[in-house]
């Protein structure tokens, strides 16, 4: 049973236009959810979370939108430049399971310039 | 300052045989997350320690174990190694056990059983 869902593999956008990352979760249980980049050949990077009790939280060029009723998130770059191009991955957490996230299967992510 | 560090970063091993994978987290942070990522499975949760004790743990066979020690390094053994268990392992620290404030991931090792 796949608890985090990420149902696109891929997603391609111009240099400068916004990126829309979604992710939609089946357990109302998690509390913390959060957005992760990965290149080839490195560990995920943090890029930024949400709380449960939040339905917004922006940092810089990225913003995450929380849908609770949904169950569905979302992460939105703009503008989106080259250097974004990764995969990206959504990771949920619930009450009490500190570290354990669980992640989603990841968005690959292409900036055309 | 130093970010997570794993070694080694690339392994290969023989079927049956046992390995030792090493992770080094951030000074000061005292949790240590391993997770497996692969192709078909993607990012899963291994198991967590917080102050040398397992806090969590995913849904892993037995021959998968890890520990930490005091100065909140931390190793994860997997004994009788299978092709299945080819795969890129990841390390995670933080400060503590506390998903808000993300976890800080090392580069990984990538262990190839032949």
């Known amino acids: 049973d796949q608890q985090v869902k990420q149902n696109s593999p891929s997603l391609s956008v111009q240099e400068g236009r916004i990126s829309i990352l979604n992710c939609d979760y089946t357990?109302?249980?998690?509390?913390?959810f959060l957005w992760y980049k990965k290149y080839p050949a490195e560990g995920p990077t943090f890029l930024i979370s949400?709380?449960?009790?939040?339905d917004k939280n922006e940092d810089g060029r990225f913003t995450v939108f929380l849908n609770k009723s949904a169950k569905h998130l979302s992460l939105h770059i703009v503008p989106s430049q080259p250097g974004d191009s990764a995969v990206y991955f959504c990771?949920?957490?619930?009450?009490?399971?500190?570290?354990?996230?669980?992640f989603g299967q990841g968005t690959e992510l292409s900036v055309k310039p | 300052k130093a970010g997570v560090t794993q070694t080694p970063r690339y392994l290969i091993k023989t079927r049956g045989q046992q390995v030792t994978l090493s992770c080094s987290p951030i000074?000061?942070?005292?949790?240590v997350s391993w997770y497996q990522q692969t192709p078909g499975q993607g990012l899963q949760f291994l198991f967590e320690?917080?102050?040398?004790?397992?806090?969590n743990k995913g849904n892993f066979p037995g021959r998968f174990s890890g520990r930490q020690f005091s100065n909140s390094r931390s190793e994860m053994n997997v004994s009788t190694l299978e092709l299945g268990d080819s795969a890129l392992y990841l390390c995670?620290?933080?400060?503590?056990?506390?998903?808000?404030?993300?976890?800080?991931f090392g580069s990984g090792t990538r262990l190839t059983v032949v």
């Open positions: 995670a620290s933080s400060l503590e056990v506390f998903a808000g404030y993300g976890y800080t």
């Open positions: 357990n109302s249980m998690f509390d913390y």
């Open positions: 949400i709380s449960s009790i939040k």
């Open positions: 990771a949920a957490s619930g009450a009490n399971q500190g570290g354990k996230l669980i």
């Open positions: 000074s000061g942070h005292r949790s």
């Open positions: 320690y917080f102050s040398e004790t397992q806090r």
